[in-house]
């Protein structure tokens, strides 16, 4: 810890200007004294001796004058055993812990480890005395919930270290050391559980970064058949308000096959967080059989917290998201909403008085987000393993009109595009992902070709049905008719999907292969319906009858009795079209 | 004890600076002028420049008026005493009744930790179908009705406030029109509830400024009696004006405009509001209840806008009906998966299908020839509209329920409803008379 402190001398909202006389780093975490408390801040910006700083809290009661003391150090996380399962504030508080201290109030200046001292971990060293090791390799592990933790050598240490102690298997709590290694020019460093790494310098220790080719299973239909994410990929969900982004993305992190699901409320409404916060712990994840908590980091800085923490609180989730990647698992991180983060960078850029780009966003806006977007990846890890970090960010566009800048901004740095319609949404049809609009670049869990043809129909029916609202159902031909009625019936049984039903609500790639087979089928067959209303009559006894199917558990034998049941349907009315 | 202070330096809308020492940021001060006393709040800090926006506005001060800083951030008297009064945008009481000044409390406080918050769980039932069963209101719950100029939004959130079972109402206005404010009190009182209401009134005449203070009033009380057990319903009417007032002292301190002039903050600064909406467990509740006039009936108007990334749903009134399209209820599925099984079926289906009604009203309009099934679209149209939509309906959620089965049935075949078959075989009525 240094010594250096410096003076406020204007205050503007949480921006403070501070004199300082000796050196200070751009980026560095400073205290502004307020009576007794430390409000935490940050340099944003040095200019002779004057420092711009963003509070993390709320500047209320601070004077010219006021001290501030400067810690030498970056703004960082702590990286170690501990942080599955927690509730974070933007700035790796634990939530949980400073409710317990402080009572129902988030009290300003409270400051907690983000890893518990408490608890010991049971360590079980992987190397010896005088062994070689660089940043990243792997000392040892600690059992953590659903899987063995490894215990790394800091990323920072980039020089090559001969191991002069290792603490032999044991419990202890992370602030023991419990390694000692040398570097050539024989200065010694202590080994802990943790350490702290700058949240917004990337971890890069891996050997390679490789394109994603894998889908990341969501469970939900139409993002897995028809718009897919990739484990390591990025994709965005823009949408109005109340077109359902935030119960998509709770859906994706209930039911992603990830194995940890980072959840970054970033500036959002507190009480959708704590929805999960009260629900996962109840869930069983049917992948390890623990509960959905044990995978699950949530990042919570919720829009009546400090709006400075809400710009830091992305960066938090995404260092955080690298760690486990470099452990070798898939990490699924998802930020809502990165508009609320731009938001936040707007307002600091206009207390610093920069020249504002398009709707006053900053100039540099462009260039952040696609540096967030670009912290995701598969990377080929120094051991050889696979590691990803997949990232998915809401978007909430002003006025759900998309050509505003933090939307084109990230339209061009993701790989897949949901784009939720108010129009979908209206009219309850949900998830509201737009099926026309929407795209991605990554690989579905269902053949290409199916997809293309049902898309086909999709657009076809779509045609269609803007024909009808000219001409009428009477000048429409029976022929075009019968499209629109399938491009419907594919947007009922397979687009929409009842998320609040234990059942539909999550539908194994299996489960989906089949679906969409059926549907496919449908879509191809030709039928012979003597008029319009015959036809619409059979489309909506069909459409019935698949979404009683989509309601019934696929190990069940009523699952097989209504495919039967639709088979026969269609039959029906196919063998009516042979006799005619 | 403080020191007074008697050189103005310069006044800019409602923005006076002045230098002075060993000023806090956020404090009080009192300014005497010829015309009264008059409260300003410190806004900036810039070397021993400190700027301070004046509650009542600039109009008569003087460049040598006294200026006092009092060495406190804004505070407002809590108390039981406070049931049934009425206040300004400072505190002030604006009935006739005995100033107020015991246990002054802290307004603008921190968030809510939201490890501490817990899941909505009851609902508040209003007896308003569009509402009860589309749109369930919930304990906690932060909810905007957005509304045009000459809409009824004041009388339906009377209405609601009259019917809600809650314990408190505070009543925040902002920029009301006199007779608006009048006709508050008057229903309040003739509904019997003035006694358990507290009112913090701003009228269009008053000072801009000190509409600004008016939520965090409302919310800093409310919170203190949630606190204590109560569950408190906060009405905020009208949080446009509310805004406009953010912009004008923003655009005063020359803070560079984001959208059609409002500040880059107005997000952060409504959600600081909403965002105090909360269920404490153990303790009671503040629910929060707004209206938002949408200028030109534009929904992407930055307030609308903003405001509904922020509340949890809202509710659409227009042409004297709560429009079922947009309206939503973000907490209702809180809620609605206790009241009755087939509340959520009724719920999706009967919009589906009105959504349906409107495309085929729209075909009719334009001079279509309308088919067997548009026919029954046309009915099930008119006979939701008359059943649901009216306001002057009301009627307990059940009585909604059956009668949406019984308004399917008088129009549709079973299978043309997209409805579960199990939930068909149960409520459909058996005979359709």
């Given amino acids: 810890m240094s010594e250096k402190t410096g003076k406020i001398v204007g205050i503007s909202g949480n921006m403070i200007t501070v004199e300082f006389d000796s050196d200070i780093i751009q980026n560095e975490v400073g205290f502004a004294v307020c009576g007794d408390e430390k409000l935490k801040s940050e340099v944003v910006k040095i200019q002779g001796n004057k420092a711009f700083m963003q509070v993390f809290e709320s500047t209320k009661g601070l004077k010219i004058g006021s001290l501030v003391e400067f810690s030498g150090e970056m703004l960082a996380v702590e990286l170690g055993p501990g942080i599955l399962g927690m509730v974070y504030d933007g700035l790796q508080n634990p939530l949980n812990e400073l409710a317990q201290i402080h009572g129902s109030f988030l009290k300003r200046g409270a400051i907690e480890a983000a890893l518990t001292r408490e608890k010991n971990w049971e360590f079980t060293p992987c190397i010896k005395d005088g062994d070689q090791v660089t940043g990243g390799d792997v000392i040892g592990h600690v059992p953590e919930g659903i899987f063995k933790h490894p215990i790394f050598v800091p990323f920072h240490y980039t020089e090559s270290y001969t191991v002069s102690f290792i603490i032999k298997k044991g419990e202890y709590n992370v602030d023991k050391v419990i390694a000692k290694v040398k570097n050539e020019r024989d200065e010694e460093l202590d080994l802990k559980m943790y350490f702290n790494w700058p949240v917004k310098i990337p971890i890069t220790s891996y050997r390679e970064k490789l394109v994603p080719k894998d889908p990341l299973v969501t469970q939900t239909r139409i993002i897995d058949t028809f718009f897919p994410i990739a484990k390591g990929g990025t994709y965005c969900i823009p949408g109005p308000f109340g077109a359902g982004k935030t119960v998509l993305q709770q859906v994706t992190s209930r039911f992603a096959e990830a194995d940890v699901v980072i959840i970054a409320a970033c500036g959002e409404r507190a009480g959708e967080v704590v929805e999960t916060l009260r629900e996962f712990p109840e869930i069983t994840d049917p992948r390890t059989g623990k509960s959905l908590m044990e995978r699950t980091i949530i990042i919570c800085n919720t829009s009546s917290m400090p709006v400075a923490a809400r710009e830091a609180s992305v960066y938090t989730a995404a260092t955080l998201g690298e760690y486990y990647r470099q452990m070798g698992l898939d990490v699924l991180l998802l930020a809502d909403s990165t508009s609320r983060w731009a938001q936040a960078m707007r307002e600091l850029s206009g207390r610093l008085e920069e020249i504002p780009g398009e709707e006053a966003f900053p100039a540099y806006l462009e260039s952040r987000i696609a540096q967030f977007y670009e912290r995701a990846g598969l990377v080929e890890l120094n051991d050889g393993k696979m590691g990803s970090l997949t990232i998915g960010g809401t978007v909430s566009p002003a006025g759900g009109n998309f050509e505003e800048p933090v939307t084109q901004s990230t339209l061009k740095v993701v790989g897949a595009f949901h784009g939720l319609s108010r129009e979908r949404s209206d009219a309850r049809r949900y998830p509201a992902i737009h099926p026309l609009e929407s795209w991605s670049k990554y690989n579905s869990i269902n053949d290409k070709k199916l997809i293309s043809n049902a898309r086909d129909i999709l657009f076809k029916g779509n045609e269609v049905h803007q024909m009808m609202l000219v001409v009428g159902e009477e000048g429409t031909s029976l022929e075009d008719f019968v499209i629109y009625l399938k491009s419907e019936f594919l947007d009922n049984v397979y687009l929409q999907q009842n998320s609040f039903d234990d059942v539909d609500g999550a539908s194994s790639p299996k489960r989906q292969q089949i679906i969409f087979k059926k549907v496919d089928e449908i879509l191809k067959s030709k039928f012979t319906f003597k008029d319009k209303s015959t036809a619409r009559h059979f489309f909506n006894q069909l459409r019935q009858l698949f979404i009683d199917w989509n309601y019934i558990d696929m190990h069940e034998d009523k699952f097989k009795e209504q495919e039967n049941k639709i088979i026969k349907l269609i039959e029906e009315y196919s063998s009516d079209a042979e006799s005619l | ?433």
């Fill in chain 2, 1 to 433: 004890m403080q020191k007074v202070y008697n050189k103005i330096l310069s006044i800019t809308g409602n923005v006076i600076t002045v230098k002075a020492q060993n000023v806090a940021y956020e404090d009080l001060a009192e300014i005497t002028t010829s015309r009264g006393k008059s409260l300003a709040q410190v806004i900036k800090l810039e070397n021993d420049l400190v700027s301070l926006q004046v509650f009542s506005g600039s109009q008569g001060i003087a460049t040598n008026d006294e200026i006092r800083f009092l060495g406190n951030p804004m505070r407002v008297t809590f108390s039981e005493n406070m049931l049934g009064r009425i206040f300004n945008g400072s505190g002030v009481p604006r009935d006739k009744g005995a100033h107020l000044t015991e246990n002054l409390i802290e307004v603008a406080g921190p968030a809510v930790n939201p490890a501490k918050r817990i899941i909505p769980k009851n609902m508040i039932r209003t007896n308003i179908p569009m509402i009860d069963v589309f749109n369930s209101l919930v304990v906690s719950q932060k909810l905007p009705i957005f509304s045009v100029s000459g809409e009824p939004y004041n009388q339906l959130l009377a209405r609601i406030a009259l019917q809600a079972e809650v314990d408190m109402i505070i009543l925040g206005g902002i920029g009301l029109k006199y007779d608006e404010y009048m006709y508050f009190k008057k229903e309040l009182e003739e509904g019997g509830a003035l006694s358990r209401s507290i009112i913090f009134m701003h009228t269009a005449s008053d000072p801009i400024v000190e509409g600004l203070m008016v939520p965090d009033l409302s919310l800093a009380v409310a919170e203190k009696f949630a606190l204590k057990g109560k569950n408190v319903l906060v009405l905020l009417t009208d949080m446009t004006n509310y805004a406009d007032a953010l912009k004008e002292i923003a655009i005063t301190m020359e803070m560079v405009p984001s959208n059609r002039g409002y500040p880059g903050d107005l997000y952060s600064q409504l959600a600081a509001r909403y965002e105090k909406a909360v269920d404490f467990e153990g303790a009671g509740s503040v629910t929060i209840l707004a209206v938002t006039t949408m200028p030109g009936d534009d929904v992407t108007h930055p307030v609308p806008d903003n405001t509904g990334y922020i509340t949890e749903g809202q509710f659409y009134l227009k042409n004297g009906r709560i429009e079922p399209f947009g309206s939503l209820s973000r907490l209702k599925q809180q809620v609605n998966d206790k009241t009755r099984e087939d509340h959520r079926a009724i719920m999706d289906g009967m919009i589906q299908l009105y959504a349906q009604y409107r495309e085929t009203e729209e075909k009719r309009a334009m001079g279509f020839r309308m088919n067997e099934w548009d026919n029954k679209l046309l009915k099930y149209g008119v006979n939701f509209e008359a059943g649901m939509m009216d306001l002057s309906v009301n009627i307990s959620l059940e009585d909604a329920l059956d009668l949406g089965w019984k308004i399917m049935s008088q129009c549709f075949a079973p299978e043309e409803t997209g409805m579960k078959s199990e939930l068909i075989k149960k409520f459909w009525p058996k005979d359709n008379n």
